[in-house]
C-alpha cells in the first residue's frame, strides 16, 4: 500500500492534538506513511490495536537499531543518548527499570504528598511576586515538577535554569548538532553529580543510592546511571509542567466546567485523567520498530518497519471516548494512552498525577480571577516531534 498520510502532524490547537487524526481513525486503525529518511512506517490510529501492539513484544523500543524509525531531524541525535531503558527491550528494560522503581511506587510518591504541596504553594507565591501579567510556565508550571524531581534525584535545584534550558533544546532543537550540544551538557553535568554522590553519604537521592549502590557493586555501568539519571531528570519535569499549562488553558478555555472543578474537590482525579486525555502531551512518545512480520487489523506489519502509536489519536478514538473532541470531566477517562500502555507504561505516573492533583486546584483557588493575558486561538503551537506544550503562558489575575 503507497502512504497516504504524513507523520507527525502539527496542531493547530496547541492543548488538542491535530485535527488530521480523527480523520484518519475514521478510515481504519493503521495507516501506511514515508518517514523524513524515505523509509516506509506505519501509524496506528486507534485505540485497541495501538493496545496491543504496544503490549507486543515483537515490536521493540531499542533506538540503536539501525532501523528504528526517524520522526524528525533531530531522532538521529536521540539515537545516541546516553543507554536508558526507555531505549530498551526486557529483560534489559525491565533490569535497569526495577531498579528505580522504588521511588515511584504509589506509596512512596503518596509520602511525598506534604512537600509537593509545600511546593506548589512556594509556586504560587512565586507567581504572585512576579505580578501580573506574568508567566505562568516560569513561575508555576515548571517550578513544581522540577523542584519535586530534583528533591527525588538528588539534582540541586539551585541548577534549575541549567538543566531546564539543556532539557527545553535535547527535546525541542530542530537539528542534531543542537541536539547533541544540548546532551553533551547535560552527561557532562549529570557525570559529575554521580562522581561527587559516590563519596557522599548524606546524598540519599536516587542518583546517590544508585551510585553508592548498584554502581558500586558493578550491577550498573557509569554510562548507564547517568542515561537513567538524564531520563529521570528530563522526562520528570517537561511533561507534567506541559500538563499543568496546557490544562490550566483548558480549564479557562472551558468555564462552565472549571466552576465544577473549583468547587467540587471530588472530581480532580477525573478532571486530571480527562485533561491528560485531551492534552495527550506525549503524542509523538510510542515509537517502535518491528522485529518480526505482525498481521494485525488486516495489514501486515514487516520485520525492520517502524511502528508510530502515538497516543493521540487513541485518546480520541471515538469507540473509547464517545464524542472525543468534548473536553468533559465526568467522562471517566482512565482508559486514555497518555502514559503509554505495555512495559514501557510511564514510570512516574503515579508522581505526575499527584503533581496535577496538587497543582491545578491550588492554582484556581489561590488565583480565583486567573485569565490568559492573550485569547488562546494565538498561543503557538510547538513541533509535531516532541512532547507538546507551551515554552511561556502569560496570565493576569
Ligand atoms: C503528565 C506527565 C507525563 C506524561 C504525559 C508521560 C508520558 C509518558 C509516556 C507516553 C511514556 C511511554 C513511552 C514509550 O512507550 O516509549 C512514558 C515513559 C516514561 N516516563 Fe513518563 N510521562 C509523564 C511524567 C513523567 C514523570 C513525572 C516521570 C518521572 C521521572 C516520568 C518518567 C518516565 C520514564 C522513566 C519512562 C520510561 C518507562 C520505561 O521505558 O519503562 N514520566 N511517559
Same mark, same amino acid.
Given at each position: 500500500?503507497e502512504? #497516504?498520510?504524513?507523520? !507527525?502532524?502539527?496542531? #493547530?490547537?496547541?492543548?488538542r492534538p !491535530?485535527?488530521g487524526?480523527?480523520?484518519?481513525t475514521?478510515?481504519g486503525p493503521l495507516?501506511?506513511? $514515508?518517514?523524513?529518511?524515505g523509509?516506509?512506517?506505519?501509524?496506528?490510529?486507534?485505540?485497541?490495536e495501538?493496545r496491543a501492539?504496544l503490549?507486543? !513484544?515483537?515490536?521493540?523500543?531499542?533506538? #540503536?537499531?539501525p532501523d528504528?524509525?526517524?520522526?524528525?531531524a533531530?531522532?538521529?541525535?536521540v539515537?545516541r543518548?546516553p543507554?536508558?531503558?526507555i531505549?530498551?527491550?526486557d529483560? $534489559?528494560?525491565g533490569?535497569?527499570?526495577?531498579?528505580?522503581i522504588?521511588?515511584f511506587?504509589?506509596k512512596?510518591?503518596n509520602?511525598?504528598?506534604?512537600r509537593i504541596? =509545600?511546593?506548589?504553594?512556594?509556586? +504560587?507565591?512565586q507567581?504572585r511576586?512576579?505580578? +501580573?501579567?506574568?508567566?505562568?510556565?516560569?513561575?508555576?508550571?515548571?517550578?513544581?515538577?522540577?523542584?519535586?524531581i530534583? &528533591?527525588?534525584?538528588?539534582?540541586?535545584y539551585?541548577?534549575?535554569?541549567f538543566?531546564?534550558d539543556?532539557?527545553?533544546r535535547?527535546?525541542?532543537?530542530?537539528?542534531?548538532? $543542537?541536539?547533541a550540544?544540548a546532551?553533551? =551538557?547535560?552527561?557532562?553535568y549529570?557525570?559529575s553529580l554521580?562522581d561527587?554522590?559516590?563519596?557522599?553519604?548524606?546524598? #540519599?537521592g536516587?542518583?546517590?543510592r544508585?551510585?553508592?549502590?548498584?554502581? +558500586?557493586?558493578?550491577?550498573?555501568s557509569?554510562?548507564?546511571?547517568?542515561?537513567?539519571?538524564?531520563?529521570l531528570?528530563?522526562?520528570?519535569?517537561?511533561t507534567?509542567?506541559?500538563v499543568i499549562?496546557?490544562?490550566?488553558?483548558t480549564?479557562l &478555555?472551558?468555564?462552565?466546567?472549571? +466552576?465544577?472543578?473549583?468547587?467540587?474537590?471530588?472530581?480532580v482525579?477525573g478532571?486530571?485523567?480527562e485533561?491528560?486525555?485531551?492534552?495527550?502531551?506525549?503524542d509523538?512518545?510510542?515509537?517502535r520498530?518491528?522485529t518480526?512480520?505482525?498481521?494485525?487489523?488486516? $495489514?501486515r506489519?514487516?520485520a525492520?518497519?517502524?511502528?508510530?502509536?502515538?497516543n493521540?489519536?487513541?485518546n480520541?478514538?471515538?469507540?473509547v471516548?464517545p &464524542?472525543?473532541?468534548?473536553?468533559?470531566?465526568?467522562?471517566?477517562?482512565?482508559?486514555h494512552?497518555a502514559f503509554?500502555y505495555?512495559i514501557?507504561?510511564c514510570?512516574?505516573?503515579?508522581?505526575?498525577?499527584?503533581?496535577?492533583?496538587?497543582a491545578?486546584?491550588?492554582l484556581?483557588?489561590?488565583f480565583?480571577?486567573?485569565?490568559?493575558a492573550?485569547?488562546?486561538t494565538?498561543?503557538?503551537p510547538?513541533?509535531?516531534d516532541?512532547?507538546?506544550g507551551l515554552?511561556e503562558?502569560t496570565?493576569?489575575?
Amino acid at each position: 500500500m503507497e502512504p #497516504t498520510v504524513s507523520y !507527525p502532524q502539527t496542531r #493547530t490547537c496547541p492543548y488538542r492534538p !491535530p485535527h488530521g487524526y480523527s480523520e484518519l481513525t475514521a478510515k481504519g486503525p493503521l495507516h501506511r506513511v $514515508e518517514l523524513i529518511d524515505g523509509k516506509l512506517g506505519w501509524v496506528v490510529t486507534r485505540h485497541a490495536e495501538a493496545r496491543a501492539l504496544l503490549a507486543d !513484544p515483537r515490536l521493540s523500543s531499542d533506538r #540503536t537499531d539501525p532501523d528504528f524509525p526517524l520522526i524528525s531531524a533531530r531522532g538521529a541525535a536521540v539515537r545516541r543518548q546516553p543507554p536508558a531503558f526507555i531505549g530498551m527491550d526486557d529483560p $534489559e528494560h525491565g533490569y535497569y527499570r526495577r531498579m528505580t522503581i522504588p521511588d515511584f511506587t504509589v506509596k512512596r510518591i503518596n509520602e511525598l504528598r506534604p512537600r509537593i504541596e =509545600e511546593i506548589a504553594d512556594g509556586a +504560587a507565591e512565586q507567581l504572585r511576586a512576579a505580578g +501580573a501579567p506574568a508567566d505562568l510556565v516560569a513561575n508555576y508550571a515548571l517550578p513544581i515538577p522540577s523542584l519535586v524531581i530534583c &528533591e527525588l534525584l538528588g539534582v540541586p535545584y539551585s541548577d534549575h535554569a541549567f538543566f531546564e534550558d539543556a532539557s527545553r533544546r535535547l527535546m525541542r532543537s530542530a537539528t542534531e548538532e $543542537e541536539v547533541a550540544a544540548a546532551r553533551k =551538557e547535560l552527561v557532562q553535568y549529570l557525570d559529575s553529580l554521580v562522581d561527587s554522590f559516590s563519596r557522599d553519604s548524606s546524598q #540519599t537521592g536516587l542518583i546517590g543510592r544508585l551510585a553508592r549502590g548498584e554502581l +558500586a557493586r558493578g550491577e550498573l555501568s557509569r554510562d548507564h546511571l547517568v542515561g537513567t539519571a538524564m531520563l529521570l531528570l528530563t522526562a520528570g519535569h517537561e511533561t507534567t509542567a506541559n500538563v499543568i499549562a496546557l490544562g490550566s488553558v483548558t480549564l479557562l &478555555e472551558h468555564p462552565d466546567q472549571l +466552576a465544577r472543578f473549583r468547587t467540587d474537590p471530588d472530581v480532580v482525579p477525573g478532571v486530571v485523567e480527562e485533561l491528560l486525555r485531551f492534552t495527550s502531551v506525549a503524542d509523538s512518545a510510542g515509537i517502535r520498530v518491528a522485529t518480526a512480520d505482525i498481521d494485525i487489523a488486516g $495489514e501486515r506489519i514487516r520485520a525492520g518497519e517502524g511502528v508510530m502509536i502515538p497516543n493521540g489519536p487513541a485518546n480520541f478514538d471515538p469507540e473509547v471516548f464517545p &464524542e472525543p473532541d468534548e473536553f468533559d470531566i465526568r467522562r471517566g477517562a482512565r482508559k486514555h494512552n497518555a502514559f503509554g500502555y505495555g512495559i514501557h507504561q510511564c514510570l512516574g505516573q503515579n508522581l505526575a498525577r499527584l503533581e496535577l492533583q496538587i497543582a491545578l486546584p491550588l492554582l484556581f483557588e489561590r488565583f480565583p480571577t486567573l485569565a490568559l493575558a492573550r485569547p488562546a486561538t494565538e498561543l503557538e503551537p510547538g513541533r509535531a516531534d516532541t512532547i507538546q506544550g507551551l515554552g511561556e503562558l502569560t496570565v493576569t489575575w
